[in-house]
């Protein structure tokens, strides 16, 4: 089977056009909303068994996803859900919310990071720690900070498929491959 992003792709790049075209629902924001919505729903394991089942319609799936959406669905939204049921692709919807929130911060200028710390980070930390990685990776960033005490001490920061890792867990690791070798 193809890789999910292979499959995703060509999905999250016909949702981006349609909501950068002028119309009713160009709101990038509401649809990255209401597409990551859709991705946590598919990704429950029930629902994913009910989606792949041969003797379930793609109606079925449709109304099971209508009615455990929080918000009213658009027009667009609705479509959009129709088509990725009908052609079997609800095991990707995570994916191409991936893929559509990449597409969307790269029109805006912007990047998703990732900040690893192995302790809680205030406002202030993280805003130093920012605009550090702003100046580093040369865009602005979207921070998101999770909290991993395997780290130890220090960062490690994810930007698309770039690994700022300044952790002492990291440093230990070189250290020891120096020993070694």
Do not use: C
């Amino acid at each position: 089977m193809a890789e999910l992003a292979t499959i995703a792709r060509p999905y999250a790049e016909a949702l981006f056009q349609a909501t950068t075209a002028s119309g009713a629902d160009a709101d990038p924001g509401r649809t990255a909303a209401w597409l990551d919505e859709l991705a946590a729903i598919a990704a429950d394991p029930q629902l994913r068994q009910l989606a792949n089942d041969p003797k379930v319609t793609a109606d079925q799936v449709f109304a099971v996803f209508s009615g455990v959406v929080r918000s009213a669905l658009s027009d667009a939204a609705k479509n959009f859900l129709r088509t990725v049921i009908a052609n079997r692709r609800t095991d990707a919807l995570a994916e191409m919310a991936a893929q559509f929130h990449v597409l969307v911060n790269r029109r805006s200028g912007f990047s998703d990071a990732v900040v690893y710390s192995a302790f809680p980070m205030d406002g202030a930390a993280l805003s130093g720690v920012g605009t550090a990685l702003e100046k580093r990776f040369g865009r602005k960033l979207h921070l998101v900070v999770r909290q991993d005490v395997s780290l130890i001490g220090g960062i490690r920061v994810v930007v698309g498929d770039e690994v700022l890792d300044t952790s002492v867990k990291a440093r230990l690791e070189q250290m020891k491959a120096v020993l070694v070798a």
